[in-house]
């Protein structure tokens, strides 16, 4: 069935949707050299003398896929690559949102999908790709994100990797979580204090479940770009799908391993499929491209499907998925110029995270390049 067309009119992407921030490079190296400094350090501290990534660091599994662009479409939505219906193999990572290893309970459940598309008809943004055709979508399981700006991602950066040892504390420790994040360690005046991005951390916490990773929605948190419009982007699993998953709410407490199992055990079983959808932004006042912890409210613009991304059965329980699924690198700036990523935080991650994942093969002796197919990565399965 075709969608159908808004009943708004969408903000059309130009520019200065999001305003550049100020002293935005010293902020941005000052991240790098805490992105960095962790890495380096990660080798020997994270137990298993290799360096893991800053976020997302332990993976649950990598799924090979495919991804079906739809067609039919409303203009609004058929922007870009959205404009091309076809079917494009597909990889996905799914993982951990923290930068350490560790038992589930202890890291705990807002996790991340990391889908790779491959045969896009158009060349990524990033300088050192440019004959390269994939494009990547960053996600996590809930609608915001914890930060708004460069200047402020310089010290959460730090207290993101401190997490666990806030945790291991209890009251105490979340208290002085609280204390230094509100105030960036006491650095901040009372006037700039971080209370929404604490506020948006909680929230993320609160909406993230114990569940098996083929319930949960995704969401790229940050605006893009959708050709002629702005948007933000959602992946969910259909209906049915949903339905066939048996093992469903996970208990952490009795084991240190909960969210691998079921996945493998489920993709196993059976097949599954995800609408791949979405949000135009309606208006830049109440849908802001800057400010990441507001959630983008669907009365306002609902989430419309124009992709649907499928997993066949599949066999993801060897220690070969994970050791694949390390080797890849993902940013959501490996896409064609008219879907870039907008915004302070979204323009960070894109030389953060080429940096990191630079230095990442670098210390773990691995060949880095982009994958041509998805068999590259995965071999068919019989």
């Not at 090979?64 to 922007?79: D, K, M, N, S, V």
């Not at 949903?242 to 391993?257: I, M």
């Not at 210390?363 to 068919?380: C, I, K, M, T, Y």
Request: proline content about 7%.
């Amino acid at each position: 069935m075709t969608p159908p067309q808004p009943g708004f009119t969408p903000v059309r992407y130009s520019p200065d949707v999001a305003p550049p921030e100020p002293d935005f490079d010293r902020s941005m190296q000052q991240i790098i050299d805490v992105v960095e400094g962790f890495e380096r350090d990660s080798v020997e501290g994270e137990g298993e003398h290799r360096a893991v990534r800053f976020a997302h660091a332990k993976a649950y599994g990598l799924v090979r896929g495919t991804f079906e662009i739809l067609g039919g479409l409303p203009p609004e939505y058929a922007q870009g690559v959205y404009a091309r219906p076809g079917t494009h193999d597909a990889l996905v990572r799914y993982s951990n949102g923290l930068s350490h290893l560790g038992a589930d309970r202890m890291l705990g459940n807002v996790v991340g999908m990391a889908t790779k598309v491959f045969g896009v008809d158009s060349a990524t943004t990033l300088p050192d790709e440019a004959t390269g055709h994939t494009m990547d979508f960053n996600m996590i399981n809930g609608p915001v994100f914890f930060c708004n700006t460069a200047a402020h991602y310089t010290f959460l950066a730090k207290l993101f990797i401190d997490l666990p040892k806030y945790r291991l504390d209890g009251r105490k420790g979340n208290h002085r979580m609280f204390h230094d994040w509100v105030t960036g360690y006491g650095t901040l005046p009372a006037s700039e204090w971080a209370w929404d991005e604490l506020g948006a951390m909680l929230r993320l916490g609160e909406r993230a479940r114990w569940q098996n990773l083929l319930l949960s929605s995704f969401f790229s948190m940050g605006a893009v770009r959708h050709g002629d419009y702005v948007a933000k982007l959602r992946i969910r699993p259909t209906d049915d799908s949903a339905a066939r998953v048996q093992t469903r709410a996970l208990d952490p407490t009795g084991q240190d391993e909960v969210f691998r199992p079921a996945l493998v055990d489920e993709l196993a079983r059976t097949d599954h499929e995800f609408d791949f959808q979405v949000q135009l932004c309606a208006s830049l006042e109440t849908m802001p491209v800057d400010d990441l912890t507001v959630e983008w409210e669907e009365h306002r613009s609902p989430f419309v499907t124009v992709a649907r991304l499928r997993f066949p059965r599949q066999d993801i329980g060897g220690e070969d998925n994970l050791t694949a699924a390390d080797t890849l690198s993902f940013t959501p700036w490996r896409c064609p110029p008219e879907h870039v990523p907008l915004g302070s935080i979204q323009t960070v991650r894109k030389e953060v995270y080429r940096r990191s994942s630079l230095l990442r093969h670098r210390l773990n002796g691995q060949h880095r390049a982009e994958p041509a197919s998805a068999a590259d990565v995965l071999p068919d399965q019989p």
